[in-house]
């Protein structure tokens, strides 16, 4: 079975710009993940969908940051304008379902610099 | 809130050896643990879990398992490879608080000949 796909891989952009990041969960899965790890740190999460509704963007800077589901499949998540503080590591991951005991599927992830 | 604490690594062993990585977790409901490794240039995965006290998770000879009375969930393995290298991340669930799932900090793990 495929895995989670992301892309870009890698980006660099300087501050104030904008960026789109793109997430293919595993096909059947409900539940889809953004999350933000800084070097050093473990993933933070930032928004959670459950089919293309928003379960949870409590912890999501909603002045700069946006994430979309259309038709409960793949997303993207957005940044505009971009802070130096932006630059991490995006991880997108999905599960079969929402509930907290099912396993997460990570992609590799998407390595942002803001210069 | 919920929150997840590891040990600082890295933590560095001879091949054979005993690895302990610690983890202990304060959660406002009744959580789902887990640990995830992250070997060099590839995503997070699974390595183990366990869903309610006193379960052990086990994969790959580590294992874990959930002590509710000590709020911890320390993975352990009696003998690591060199192919063990990689980040560990202990993770949890919280069923009954905000689901928002939260890991630790991670534990770098090198293994030498």
């Known amino acids: 079975e495929a895995g989670v796909a992301q892309s870009p891989r890698y980006k660099i952009i300087e501050k104030r710009q904008s960026v789109a990041f793109w997430c293919n969960p595993i096909s059947g899965h409900a539940t889809l993940y953004w999350y933000q790890q800084i070097l050093g740190q473990g993933p933070k999460l930032l928004i959670q969908f459950q089919n293309n509704g928003v379960v949870d963007d409590s912890q999501l800077p909603k002045d700069r940051f946006s994430a979309e589901r259309l038709k409960g499949v793949d997303s993207t998540l957005k940044i505009q304008p971009a802070k130096l503080e932006d630059s991490a590591v995006y991880l997108c991951?999905?599960?079969?379902?929402?509930?907290?005991?099912?396993?997460?599927?990570f992609g590799p992830g998407t390595r942002l610099t803001v210069t | 809130g919920d929150s997840v604490t590891q040990m600082e690594g890295p933590v560095t062993l001879s091949e054979e050896a005993f690895l302990t990585i610690n983890c202990t977790y304060t959660a406002t409901g009744y959580p789902s643990l887990f640990w995830y490794v992250q070997y060099p240039g590839e995503g997070l995965q699974l390595l183990l879990k366990?869903?309610?006290?006193?379960d052990k998770g086990s994969n790959k000879g580590f294992e874990a398992t959930y002590r509710k009375e000590t709020t911890s969930f320390h993975l352990e393995k009696g003998s690591v490879q060199v192919s063990d290298s990689a980040v560990y991340f202990c993770?949890?669930?919280?069923?009954?608080?905000?689901?928002?799932?939260?890991f630790g900090r991670g534990t770098s793990l090198i293994v030498h000949p």
């Open positions: 991951a999905s599960s079969l379902e929402t509930s907290p005991s099912y396993e997460q599927y």
């Open positions: 993770a949890l669930s919280d069923h009954g608080g905000s689901y928002i799932p939260t």
């Open positions: 366990a869903t309610k006290a006193d």
